[in-house]
């Protein structure tokens, strides 16, 4: 019998079945129509049934393309949740980033890495090389970025589809589901073509326009704007912004997106001929899609059913800080500020001028402990003279900023460090530096939680400033211990509804198609109802005509009459 078949007879989760078993004891022993021997026979096979449902979860594939460690560990997390309710989950990762050997988890049944037979382009872009320097924040914006972006997927997606040893190993291994990332169309094909059904996305940074745009979902240009290319004034913008944001709407809906989905288009049909759907066809298709958002401190916006928010679902007590930071802690009297840039943007990749902006700023607050997080520990020769600076490759940051004594946090706003710290209420000085992270900063702005600085115009001033401001104004602080508790309170645990959608989802492969937009399967031309507006216009300019002329028609002739009586 199929797994999804059982779902209809059991509940899947382990502490059901064995409420199952208790409820068969308590009914068979009341019962009179059996012996001993026969009730003993029927409890044995109740209980076996039950461990042997138990034990045969589903078995999941979750795929993942390697951006950074961050996502990585993201996804990581969502496979030991699974694993941790009994499912056997397989992990792939396309290995655009092949400098993370992490991979998230050590609870997977098994881990394959696709890795480039040559050098992956993906670490060509800015934010790799250059993260504190680049003016280019928004690489689909720019033409190089864009093209390093393309040729990545192009790359990873034609040598995935000629690896033989890959696709045995996807068709068969029986997948009940498949759980991947939506930066890229290809492995949807990729699904397709190994008959893995049904599907599932989950987005680690927010909503792009690229997912809006391929599951029809309404996306006007006057309030919303792409996560990757965001206005200063987030979704209260000005007229000029309002303009900018039309203009880059148009050219990403109508030129950029079509163009990406295409590109990955020619691929398969290259490899298999027309006869293969489209890869936005089968994007749309996915039954639902996991945001990495709360509803309660993104920006709100128009949905579909399909988009499922679980925003914070890898946040939990703290927990612990270990005896060293403790201690560190608890030399100065007015606590300590968190510094860190993620996993991505190294400190040995930081301006030394910036370097020092930074370490005027730290010992102008000499009652304060800083905690940065510095890939270069060894190199203390900037560090002369400054005492409340601790430095750490590597720094117990949940638990860090769970400590009441942790006053801010100084941060590049990725999404993951962002919602520690709301889970935490730290108010934060943001710092982006590239893609998903200027959206995140809007954030900041739009909830009050702390003050933003452009990255490009970090001076010695404004930061010290700033930072001055968030410690010390009690508004941002309130502000961020209010959005900690409506958090912590709000009613949709993120874990639960993580595991019941995607168990209902295998119980139900099909359910993507209640759900789908009719948006999907119009053109530009009737979703924005051109075909209507245009003819409308043409009546209605048509009949003004003619009533003009008919209007100088009538006019003529009184003024002829009027010639005519005064010549009489």
Excluded at 25 to 38: I, Q, T
Aim: glycine share 4%; with cysteine.
């Amino acid at each position: 019998m199929y797994f999804s078949d059982l779902l209809l007879i059991f509940p899947l989760r382990a502490e059901h079945s064995q409420q199952i078993v208790k409820e068969s004891f308590s009914l068979l022993s009341r019962s009179e129509h059996f012996s001993n021997a026969k009730r003993m026979i029927v409890r044995l096979i109740v209980i076996a049934w039950s461990l042997l449902f138990v034990s045969h979860g589903l078995k999941i594939l979750v795929y993942q393309t390697a951006l950074s460690r961050s996502h990585l560990m993201y996804s990581g997390g969502l496979v030991d949740i699974l694993v941790d309710a009994r499912h056997e989950v397989h992990k792939l990762i396309a290995n655009w980033n092949p400098t993370i050997s992490d991979n998230g988890t050590k609870k997977a049944t098994s881990v394959y890495r696709f890795t480039l037979s040559k050098p992956s382009p993906w670490l060509k872009i800015n934010h790799f090389s250059e993260p504190f320097e680049a003016k280019v924040i928004n690489y689909h914006m720019d033409s190089r970025e864009a093209a390093l972006h393309w040729q990545t997927i192009a790359e990873f997606c034609k040598e995935m589809l000629a690896d033989e040893k890959l696709l045995h190993w996807l068709q068969n291994s029986n997948f009940d589901i498949a759980i991947s990332t939506t930066y890229d169309f290809c492995v949807f094909g990729l699904f397709h073509v190994a008959k893995i059904k049904p599907v599932i996305g989950f987005l680690v940074t927010p909503i792009s326009d690229i997912v809006l745009y391929a599951l029809g979902i309404s996306n006007p240009a006057s309030y919303t704007q792409d996560s990757f290319y965001p206005s200063d004034n987030g979704d209260q913008m000005t007229y000029l912004q309002r303009v900018n944001n039309l203009y880059t709407r148009t050219l990403m809906q109508q030129i950029y997106i079509p163009r990406f989905i295409a590109m990955q288009d020619e691929i398969f049909h290259g490899k298999f001929g027309k006869r293969m759907p489209s890869l936005q066809t089968l994007f749309s298709q996915m039954s639902y899609i996991f945001v990495n958002a709360h509803p309660l401190v993104d920006y709100p916006r128009p949905l579909s059913h399909k988009l499922i928010f679980i925003g914070g679902i890898q946040l939990n007590d703290a927990g612990q800080l270990p005896q060293e930071f403790d201690r560190v802690l608890s030399m100065r009297p007015d606590g300590a500020v968190l510094v860190s840039f993620g996993s991505t943007a190294l400190t040995s990749k930081m301006p030394k001028n910036l370097k020092r902006i930074f370490l005027e700023v730290f010992a102008a607050f000499p009652q304060l402990t800083f905690f940065w997080k510095f890939d270069e520990p060894h190199d203390k020769s900037s560090f002369t003279n400054i005492s409340n600076v601790y430095m750490a490759k590597w720094l117990p940051q949940k638990q860090l900023l769970g400590d009441k004594r942790m006053k801010a946090f100084i941060t590049h706003v990725g999404l993951n460090s962002l919602m520690e710290s709301i889970h935490e209420g730290v108010p934060l000085v943001g710092i982006p530096l590239f893609a998903d992270q200027l959206h995140n900063a809007g954030i900041i702005r739009k909830r009050q939680i702390g003050i933003v600085i452009d990255k490009r115009n970090i001076t010695v001033e404004n930061l010290r400033n700033s930072l001055n401001d968030v410690l010390y104004n009690d508004r941002y602080r309130q502000t961020a211990k209010m959005l900690s508790a409506m958090i912590r309170k709000n009613p949709n645990n993120p874990t639960k509804t993580f595991l019941k959608y995607v168990e209902f989802t295998a119980q139900f492969p099909n359910v993507g198609e209640y759900l789908q937009l009719q948006s999907t399967n119009l053109s530009s031309v009737e979703y924005f109802c051109i075909d209507i507006i245009v003819p409308f216009i043409f009546i209605a300019i048509t009949l003004l005509y003619f009533c003009f002329k008919a209007l100088l028609i009538i006019l003529a002739k009184c003024m002829q009459r009027e010639a005519k009586d005064k010549f009489e």
